[in-house]
């Protein structure tokens, strides 16, 4: 039985997903893991990643505040605002910390320090978006038995990979 999903914004219906399997929600006092029969909650929503785990996928979207009702299969949020973590360009992102992190050095206050969260949140899902949509550079091979490999916790400059003694040659 999935979790039906509404974010809503004051602009509009934001998100709505009719089968999620998993959702983490990002609250005031901490995030909440929310599977289904979860119990009913209301809480206030903090600043932070919305993560929508679907059967082929995971959303990633970026919350604002806002509230939070949590039923035995069915979560609304109310944002105060919301965004998708692809939409967001990283560059800006970027250069709206550095701002951000200028002006509460300046003069420390509520209001800039929620707005450097704001955008430290943004530049971070800007960058997992960025990263994510690069292809790996660098898979190790598999194990003899087919499970991954994992190396060993030793010193780096102890540490050599297995290398075979001869590389492969294929003689004509």
């Given at each position: 039985?999935?979790?039906?999903?509404?974010?809503?914004?004051?602009?509009?219906?934001?998100?709505?997903?009719?089968?999620?399997?998993?959702?983490?929600?990002?609250?005031?006092?901490?995030?909440?893991?929310v599977?289904?029969?979860?119990?009913?909650?209301?809480?206030?929503?903090?600043?932070?990643?919305?993560?929508?785990?679907?059967?082929?996928a995971?959303?990633?979207?970026?919350?604002?505040?806002?509230?939070?009702?949590?039923?035995?299969?069915?979560?609304?949020?109310?944002?105060?605002?919301?965004?998708?973590?692809?939409?967001?360009?990283?560059?800006?992102?970027?250069?709206?910390?550095?701002?951000?992190?200028?002006?509460?050095?300046?003069?420390?206050?509520?209001?800039?320090?929620?707005?450097?969260?704001?955008?430290?949140?943004?530049?971070?899902?800007?960058r997992?978006?960025?990263?994510?949509?690069?292809?790996?550079?660098?898979?190790?091979?598999?194990?003899?038995?087919?499970?991954?490999?994992?190396?060993?916790?030793?010193?780096?400059?102890?540490?050599?990979?297995?290398?075979?003694?001869?590389?492969?040659?294929?003689?004509?």
């Amino acid at each position: 039985m999935p979790i039906s999903v509404d974010l809503i914004t004051p602009e509009r219906r934001f998100f709505y997903e009719p089968a999620a399997e998993s959702l983490l929600v990002p609250t005031a006092q901490g995030q909440i893991g929310v599977f289904v029969g979860h119990v009913p909650l209301i809480a206030l929503l903090g600043v932070g990643e919305l993560r929508v785990r679907k059967a082929d996928a995971e959303e990633s979207i970026a919350v604002y505040g806002g509230i939070v009702r949590i039923g035995c299969d069915q979560v609304t949020l109310l944002a105060d605002s919301a965004e998708f973590a692809y939409d967001l360009d990283y560059e800006s992102c970027y250069l709206a910390r550095l701002a951000a992190e200028a002006d509460f050095q300046s003069r420390p206050s509520p209001e800039t320090r929620y707005a450097l969260r704001c955008a430290a949140l943004r530049e971070r899902l800007a960058r997992r978006a960025l990263t994510s949509a690069l292809p790996r550079l660098y898979t190790a091979p598999p194990s003899a038995n087919g499970l991954p490999r994992i190396a060993p916790l030793v010193p780096r400059a102890s540490f050599e990979p297995d290398v075979p003694e001869k590389p492969f040659i294929k003689e004509d």
